[in-house]
């Protein structure tokens, strides 16, 4: 386990959003990227299997980019990417550890906004 400040792992999470490259990045504007401690019963409504497990380390919320209405917008706020501060730190030992998770983690979360299943994120090393 790896301990590192909420303010340098909300760091770590704004380097990599910076390395997305623009072309996506450009989708992302009303996407908000959340870092909380870790998963809470309040989400079990957003899971495939109706509860969250304890070691989720992120958790996309919102209506993927291909389904949404061209020009009306979606009702309930922006979408939202939520990743988990305690379960990711507790998985990595070394600094470039947690970066690469977060990485792989943000990434993965955004593949779901954009549309992708978990058997497309899995092919692209995202799962």
């Given at each position: ?25 450009q989708y992302l504007e009303n ?58 730190c507790a998985m990595c030992t070394t600094r ?32």
């Amino acid at each position: 386990m790896i301990t590192i400040s909420n303010a340098e792992f909300d760091q770590l999470v704004d380097n990599v959003l910076q390395q997305v490259p623009d072309e996506y990045r450009q989708y992302l504007e009303n996407v908000v990227v959340e870092v909380h401690d870790r998963p809470s019963r309040a989400l079990d409504a957003y899971v495939e299997d109706d509860e969250a497990p304890e070691d989720l380390l992120g958790l996309y919320i919102g209506v993927p980019l291909e389904d949404k209405l061209p020009t009306l917008g979606e009702p309930g706020g922006p979408d939202r990417i939520l990743l988990f501060r305690e379960n990711l730190c507790a998985m990595c030992t070394t600094r470039a550890e947690l970066i690469d998770e977060i990485r792989v983690t943000l990434l993965h979360e955004i593949g779901h906004f954009f549309g992708m299943d978990e058997d497309q994120l899995d092919e692209l090393g995202y799962g």
